[in-house]
């Protein structure tokens, strides 16, 4: 029977198999990239192998639980072929939605799983902004031990006590070997952009002893869904200390910073997550270039390959001296207004974009010491500019090795070639990083980087990365490279 699936089916079904099936999200994105690509001529017989691969898959995965696996034995089992897409599509949210509660977040104006394949909901706000003054006035109630703080990241002691709580209880990987470690410079800037609002900086902490236990930001950003573009917030940094986990905290922050945005006019929001909510408007995957292998291995970060020796993964990953492009140089301040053009010009082309004019570009990307790195290439000739790249500072703590402590990581930012080709220019990018002592140069697979991933040596991560929309809906799930966001 798995002869009539279609050679695109098997393909991609095979691919994301071979890459892993890693969370119920992927099932999603499978089936729905099927189904948006399989047209109606689609073989009846196909799709009862798809319906019993996806039963079996979700079994194995785990996303099928004790009550949900009897429920759709019977409906998920392979019938007489004369199904179509839309039911398989309604069995598998049915699926998703009894073994998947989400009690916040189904209370929230988001994509919702089971609108996944209603392709009859508009594009666009889910629900429309209302009066300024029927938003709520005083902040949501918190446990009565705790009270809410304006976290002012210019004042030296605020912003120390923010980078204690987030070194010590923000996100690590699954095995809790890593820690992001978020430096006090990159949080100010993080934080910092044109037209912020110091009161989306919210703190939670302790009324007696004034201990900062949780913290969730927000800044102002226009970002461009297809052609319309968006007042939004960027939500990030939301963390609640160890100690005060799964007691619903969470809701009550997110709920307080959409009432603070709201109180500016702002009705949308962007913000990433490595936990499947709903709904991702895309699932990104992590993809690492070691410029310091064998400290990465050291630390168990990476692994000698197969039949791999120490000194051939040495020679492996080595790169050259210096960069081989001529021009290529540290970008300036100068270059601002040719470097707006080359990043809007590009960004176009992607489905979700952020709206960057000169003061973004002055801010986001000019570099920062020990922040954010920009190169540009300037044409010999005609010293015009015609490509340019960047990456920025997220060291990880590296939690209980005996010698090392800190593992230096440069992430892709935002890099535009119309000249030198964008595998040269990201190679450049890799021997500035390393001359600058970086352990290892990540990238997402959005834009265009999937074309110099595997060129250039790295290797698929196992982290994911969630994009979501927050009052605003896409109507089909986007591939990574429809993404032209990058958040930090
Ligand atoms: C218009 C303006 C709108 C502005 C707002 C836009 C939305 C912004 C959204 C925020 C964007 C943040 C972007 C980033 O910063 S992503 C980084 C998130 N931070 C970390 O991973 C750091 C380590 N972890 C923690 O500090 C805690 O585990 C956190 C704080 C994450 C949850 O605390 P805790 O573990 O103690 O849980 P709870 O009992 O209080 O609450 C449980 C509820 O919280 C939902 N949950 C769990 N993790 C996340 C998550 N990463 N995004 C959204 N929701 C999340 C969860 O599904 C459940 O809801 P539901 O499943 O029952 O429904």
């Not at 980078?163 to 690590?172: A, D, M, P, T």
């Not at 207004?337 to 080359?342: K, Q």
Request: charged share 25%.
């Amino acid at each position: 029977m798995c002869g009539q699936l279609t050679s695109d089916l098997e393909s991609a079904w095979n691919k994301l198999k071979g890459e892993g099936l890693t969370s119920t999200f992927d099932f999603i994105v499978f089936f729905l990239t099927v189904a948006n690509d399989v047209n109606s001529g689609f073989s009846p017989c196909g799709l009862g192998c798809l319906r019993k691969q996806v039963r079996l898959a979700m079994a194995d995965n785990g996303s099928l639980n004790d009550d949900t696996k009897d429920q759709n034995t019977s409906s998920l089992e392979i019938v007489n072929g004369e199904s179509s897409i839309d039911e398989l599509s309604r069995e598998i949210q049915e699926t998703l939605t009894l073994s998947q509660r989400h009690k916040f977040w189904e209370t929230q104006p988001v994509g919702q799983f089971k609108d996944l394949t209603d392709t009859s909901l508009p594009e666009g706000p889910i629900e429309p902004p209302t009066a300024i003054s029927e938003v709520k006035q005083e902040p949501y109630n918190l446990p009565n031990l705790y009270e809410w703080v304006t976290c002012d990241m210019n004042s030296e002691e605020t912003c120390a006590e923010v980078y204690n709580l987030l070194s010590n209880n923000y996100v690590e990987d699954d095995e809790n070997m890593f820690r992001f470690n978020y430096s006090k410079e990159f949080l100010r800037w993080a934080l910092h952009p044109p037209g912020y609002y110091k009161t989306w900086h919210i703190g939670v902490c302790v009324k007696s002893s004034k201990k900062l236990v949780a913290f969730i930001t927000g800044i102002p950003a226009r970002i461009r869904v297809r052609t319309d573009v968006v007042s939004m917030a960027e939500v990030n940094f939301l963390c609640v200390h160890k100690k005060l986990r799964s007691k619903r905290l969470a809701p009550v922050m997110i709920k307080e910073v959409t009432r603070r945005v709201h109180l500016e006019n702002i009705w949308q929001a962007a913000y990433t997550a490595g936990v499947v909510l709903p709904t991702p408007i895309t699932s990104c995957q992590y993809w690492h270039r070691s410029l310091n292998p064998k400290k990465l291995i050291d630390v168990g970060f990476s692994r000698l390959g197969p039949r791999m020796t120490m000194s051939r993964t040495l020679k492996l990953f080595k790169v050259p001296d210096s960069p081989a492009t001529p021009g290529f140089r540290k970008m300036e301040l100068r270059d601002v207004p040719a470097v707006t053009r080359l990043l809007r010009a590009y960004l176009m082309q992607f489905v979700v974009a952020p709206d960057l004019d000169e003061p973004d570009v002055e801010h986001w990307v000019l570099p920062k010491e020990e922040v954010v790195d920009s190169y540009v290439v300037e044409s010999p000739e005609d010293h015009k500019i015609t490509d340019f790249c960047s990456f920025y500072t997220l060291p990880s703590s590296i939690l209980g090795h005996p010698i090392h402590s800190i593992l230096k990581a440069a992430y892709s930012y935002y890099n535009v070639s119309t000249k030198t080709p964008l595998v040269q220019l990201m190679n450049d990018a890799l021997i500035v990083a390393k001359q600058k002592g970086f352990d290892v140069f990540n990238a997402l697979d959005v834009m265009h980087n999937e074309s110099f991933l595997k060129e250039l040596k790295y290797g698929p991560g196992d982290g994911k990365l969630h994009y979501y929309l927050y009052n605003y809906r896409i109507k089909h799930i986007l591939r990574p490279s429809e993404l032209g966001l990058v958040l930090l």
